[in-house]
């Protein structure tokens, strides 16, 4: 069954790197997106990303963040300057034109140190 | 503003039928979406709803009302492996946005 997948699972990173997560959507889905899960708190979307670009973006989504889908199977979110407040669980999801439902990977655990 | 509320914790015992409620106020409705998390793994996607009405899928049922801004999902001969969070979410807009709005999570334990 294809899926989506998600690498790292698990990143330490100190205050003030860059990271990249990365993802590989379900190949002939055409929408992507990014949500994140700070531990204890419900899933929260960051941005979704059409036809080569952002279609749109919450306020969390901030000139911090960017998304690349650099060739025909990556997305990725890169975050520019870490801080403590982004530990959270990072999800990347996909879906095609029907059926609508959004799978998603296994998710980034984003720790910030 | 968007606001989707569901109880915070459900219990219930192994054999028997929960019903989780969702209440949802957005600026626009495109569809309610039903998913499981167990602790530390991804949503798994359950069921959907866009017309009112009923949908059917094995143990698993959701239920929606666009008029009442309400969904449930039913879930009948509980088993230990339901214990889960059962998150409710809507896509507010058609067209190309196609974000999900999310609840908070139903947070069910099954007992023996």
């Known amino acids: 069954e294809p899926e989506v997948t998600q690498t790292p699972s698990h990143q330490v990173t100190q205050m003030g790197q860059e990271v990249i997560l990365r993802c590989v959507p379900i190949s002939n889905h055409l929408y992507f997106y990014w949500y994140r899960q700070i531990l204890g708190q419900k899933v929260e979307f960051l941005v979704s990303?059409?036809?080569?670009?952002?279609?749109?973006k919450s306020e969390i989504f901030d000139d911090q963040f960017s998304v690349e889908r650099p060739d025909g199977s990556n997305f990725t979110l890169k975050i520019r300057s870490t801080k403590l407040e982004d530990s959270a669980m990072y999800f990347c999801a996909s879906s095609g034109g029907v059926p609508t439902e959004a799978f998603f990977g296994q998710g980034t655990r984003l720790t910030v140190v | 503003g968007q606001n989707i509320d569901q109880p915070t914790e459900m219990t219930a015992t192994e054999g028997a039928i929960v019903q989780i409620n969702c209440t949802y106020q957005t600026s626009g409705f495109n569809g309610l979406f039903w998913y499981q998390q167990h602790a530390g793994e991804a949503p798994t996607f359950l069921s959907y709803?866009?017309l009112d009405g009923l949908e059917e899928k094995g143990r698993f049922s959701s239920f929606l009302s666009r008029s009442k801004g309400y969904s449930y999902l039913l879930l009948k001969e509980l088993q230990m492996k339901d214990s889960a969070s059962y998150l409710c979410a809507v896509r507010d807009n058609a067209g190309n946005n196609r974000k999900l709005i999310w609840g908070l999570g139903t947070s069910l334990a099954v007992n023996p």
């Open positions: 709803n866009v």
């Open positions: 990303f059409y036809n080569n670009e952002i279609s749109e």
